[in-house]
């Protein structure tokens, strides 16, 4: 189910360069990538980053982190929550479809988030 999941987040959203679940403590659970993308590397990162961010947001009491993204000159890379302990990192090339990545995102979600809790 999970490999159906990002492989259809891959096919529908033009840009998509890689898309990956992957666990708060960084380790990629299952991959999709053109191989040009260093997923484990970002997934390690942004694991550590996304647990910086919750931290905050319970210091400031703004809710659960939900969804991220930082865009940057090469990428525009997502961050979705699936369940408290997994998220789905998302690398489109800039240009991407940002909505509809936005849109299939939260789709995804509801047919993982079952599977996850």
């Given amino acids: 189910m999970i490999e159906a999941v990002l492989a259809?987040?891959?096919?529908?959203?033009?840009?998509?360069?890689?898309?990956?679940?992957?666990?708060?403590?960084?380790?990629?659970?299952?991959?999709?990538?053109?191989?040009?993308?260093?997923?484990?590397?970002?997934?390690?990162?942004?694991?550590?980053?996304?647990?910086?961010?919750?931290?905050?947001?319970?210091?400031?009491d703004t809710g659960e982190v939900t969804q991220f993204a930082l865009v940057t000159e090469k990428y525009t890379t997502f961050l979705s929550a699936v369940s408290p302990d997994y998220f789905i990192l998302m690398v489109l090339t800039p240009g991407?479809?940002?909505?509809?990545?936005?849109?299939?995102?939260?789709k995804a979600k509801q047919a993982l988030g079952a599977e996850l809790a």
């Fill in 8 to 60: 259809g987040l891959r096919a529908r959203v033009e840009g998509t360069r890689a898309v990956s679940l992957v666990g708060v403590d960084g380790i990629p659970v299952h991959t999709l990538s053109d191989g040009e993308i260093p997923v484990d590397s970002m997934s390690a990162e942004f694991g550590a980053f996304i647990r910086t961010i919750r931290l905050s947001s319970t210091e400031l």
């Fill in 96 to 106: 991407g479809n940002y909505g509809r990545a936005r849109f299939e995102l939260s």
